[in-house]
Every structure is written in structure tokens, then in C-alpha cells.
């Protein structure tokens, strides 16, 4: 099956600063990458995905870049805020229908 | 439109009792997931059902069952709970898993005495 090894495991970046964080895959069959942020005690909610068919992609201060080749996607936090402090999941997909979690990164926004 | 509800939220469990986790999406999801989360291993699969009628072992199956009873509910099942079933559990849904994400409950919050 797949593996989805994600780092750092924690995070703390100055207010303003970018975070970056990385997931390598193991199946090149997948082909769907989410992105999750997970609050304490609240449920993970989706903030960003992208398909196999691109390489970047961007929604305001959050982007996600993808390479099929290495197998390894990141998250990329621009211009931080205190509000981004959350747990953050990686997960890959393929037609198998389940999807294959990272095991999370604590981030961790110092005011 | 609520999307995914689960009940309970919250439930203590004694050792070797049974209980039943209900899960059910508003969003006609064909597919429905029931996951465990524990601290510093992010979220396993139990159980998954990519259609009414259909069920499939997830990561860590052992100690549990599920339903499907219809396109809108998903159950889990605890048949003679264990303390190493204390965790937080999410159910999810997805309408195409290959090309759209999860949608999660809020979670049940199960700890087993």
C-alpha cells in the first residue's frame, strides 16, 4: 500500500515569517494530494489540494507545489498569522478509494 | 445542510463492553471512512465503504465492525471494547475519493476504562 512520511513533526515560525511542509508518497499510482488543518480539539478540514496534473497551485497566502518524479508534495504558509497555529495533514489518493494520511506537523505562530 | 454528524461526542466505555458509533453525511457521498486519531500518529483507517453495500478493512481493523446501512449511514461497531480503544474517532466522506476530498464529522471522543 501507500506511505506518506511527513517533516517536520513540529514547527514555530515568527508572525510574518513562511512555514513549508513536506510529504513523500511511495505509489506513484496516486494522484490526489489534500491538504488538512486540524485545530484542537475540532475536526481536520480541508485548506488546498492538487491533482496529479499539476504542479502548483495557489490560494491566497497558502500554495501547494507537487513533483511527480521525486514523489514528494509541500505545503507552503506565506506571512504567517497566530491563527495558522493548528496540527497540519498531508494525504495522498490514488483510484483505490482510501486516502493515506502524513502523521502531522504542529505548527506553532510566535506573536 | 449539516454534512457529516456523528454521535456520540463523547463516551466512557468499561472494559469489555459494546457500543455502536453513529455516522451519517446530508452531501449523497458515495464513499464513507471511519478513522482513529491517537497522539502523534495522525489518522488510521478502520474501515472504509466505497458504495452502499460495500465494506473493505482499513490500517487497523481488529476489534471492530461496521455498517453500512444505506448510502447516508455508516456505523462502527465495538463489540467487547479493549483500553487500547481509547482514541478519537472521525468519520469521513468523500463523494470521489480519487478527485475530491474528505469531508469529516466532528469526532467521537470514546475513553475505555
Known amino acids: 500500500g501507500e506511505n506518506v512520511e511527513q517533516h517536520p513533526s513540529t514547527l514555530s515560525v515568527q508572525e510574518g515569517d513562511s512555514a513549508v511542509i513536506k510529504c513523500t508518497y511511495s505509489d506513484s499510482a496516486s494522484n490526489y494530494f489534500p491538504w488538512y488543518k486540524q485545530e484542537l480539539g475540532k475536526r481536520p478540514q480541508l485548506i488546498i489540494d492538487?491533482?496529479?496534473?499539476?504542479g502548483e497551485k495557489k490560494d491566497q497566502r497558502i500554495a501547494v507545489t507537487l513533483n511527480k518524479t521525486a514523489k514528494h508534495f509541500s505545503l507552503h504558509i506565506t506571512e504567517t498569522q497566530p491563527e495558522d497555529s493548528a496540527v497540519y495533514f498531508c494525504?495522498?489518493?490514488?483510484?483505490?478509494?482510501?486516502?493515506?494520511f502524513g502523521t502531522g506537523t504542529s505548527l506553532t505562530v510566535i506573536p | 445542510n449539516a454534512g457529516v454528524t456523528q454521535t456520540p461526542k463523547f463516551q466512557v466505555l468499561k472494559t469489555g463492553q459494546s457500543m455502536t458509533l453513529q455516522c451519517a453525511q446530508d452531501?449523497?457521498?458515495?464513499?464513507m471512512y471511519w478513522y482513529r486519531q491517537d497522539p502523534g500518529m495522525g489518522l488510521r483507517l478502520i474501515y472504509y465503504s466505497a458504495s452502499e453495500g460495500t465494506t473493505d478493512k482499513g490500517e487497523v481493523p481488529n476489534g471492530y465492525n461496521v455498517s453500512r446501512l444505506n448510502k447516508r449511514e455508516f456505523s462502527l461497531r465495538l463489540e467487547s471494547a479493549a483500553p487500547s480503544q481509547t482514541s478519537v474517532y472521525f468519520c469521513a466522506s468523500s463523494k470521489d475519493p480519487a478527485k475530491q476530498p474528505q469531508h469529516f464529522g466532528d469526532g467521537t471522543r470514546l475513553s475505555i476504562l
Open positions: 452531501m449523497n457521498h458515495n464513499s
Open positions: 494525504a495522498a489518493s490514488n483510484t483505490g478509494n482510501q486516502f493515506y
Open positions: 492538487i491533482r496529479s496534473n499539476v
